[in-house]
Nanobody, 115 residues
């Protein structure tokens, strides 16, 4: 059983920063992709960023240059450093793990950016 536990969300003013963390536990194969998605009210869930176990990254255009994804393979943990936050970044952020063709999701953490 794989579990993903997110932390680090909260309320921040525009221009501020937050760091999200997601720790994976359970039967996790070492070769995998971890990432972050977000869902704003009334909108579909969208990709924010992903990172492979080999540290290859992919970002949504809307966050390039502001967000940085990283991971600690020894801890099975992925991080999302979010800088220069904007009100449109307000959403529930979900951690995602893709391993051996299966997808797992965390419970989500709320990020609210006030103007």
């Amino acid at each position: 059983q794989v579990q993903l536990v997110e932390s680090g969300g909260g309320l921040v003013q525009a221009g501020g920063s937050l760091r999200l963390s997601c720790a994976a536990s359970g039967s996790i194969f070492s070769i995998n992709t971890m990432g972050w998605y977000r869902q704003a009210p009334g909108k579909q869930r969208e990709l924010v960023a992903t990172i492979t176990s080999g540290a290859s990254t992919n970002y949504a255009d809307s966050v390039k240059g502001r967000f940085t994804i990283s991971r600690d393979n020894a801890k099975n943990t992925v991080y999302l450093q979010m800088n220069s936050l904007k009100p449109e970044d307000t959403a529930v952020y979900f951690c995602n793990l893709l391993v051996l063709g299966r997808v797992y999701w965390g419970q989500g953490t709320q990020v609210t950016v006030s103007s």
